[in-house]
Nanobody
Framework: QAQLVESGGGLVQGGGSLRLSCAAS????????MGWFRQAPGKEREFVAA????????VYADSVKGRFTISRDNAKNTVYLQMNSLKPDDTAVYYC???????????????????WGQGTQVTVSS
């Protein structure tokens, strides 16, 4: 059974860094796009970043461009999100998700993703 497990969340001061990991198992993800989404209290889930598993294409939300970097390690079946220069507005539960690729949906569209992790909390203090 396909499974995504996130880790690496925590509490950090503004300006600090965290690296989230998403370990994938249970199926071959070589034809997947992998994305990170986040949901803050009282807000809708939003796209953060995505990467094509077997390619070099990466996409970022404008709010995190230049601060966050998504990457993958095919040998470990793991996707990472390096988050630098964190701001209090980045506080949210961060979710990893997988989408069969290619898809008719835009890569940042939540409805295009059919596998989700349980989420990991990121809290940035001011």
């Amino acid at each position: 059974q396909a499974q995504l497990v996130e880790s690496g969340g925590g509490l950090v001061q503004g300006g600090g860094s965290l690296r989230l990991s998403c370990a994938a198992s249970g199926r071959t993800f070589s034809n997947y796009a992998m994305g990170w989404f986040r949901q803050a209290p009282g807000k809708e889930r939003e796209f953060v970043a995505a990467i094509i598993w077997t390619g070099s294409k990466t996409v970022y939300a404008d709010s995190v461009k230049g601060r966050f970097t998504i990457s993958r390690d095919n040998a470990k079946n793991t996707v990472y999100l390096q988050m630098n220069s964190l701001k209090p507005d980045d506080t949210a539960v961060y979710y990893c998700a997988g989408s069969r690729w290619p898809t008719t949906q835009p890569i940042g569209a939540i409805q295009g993703y059919d596998i989700w992790g349980q989420g990991t909390q990121v809290t940035v203090s001011s």
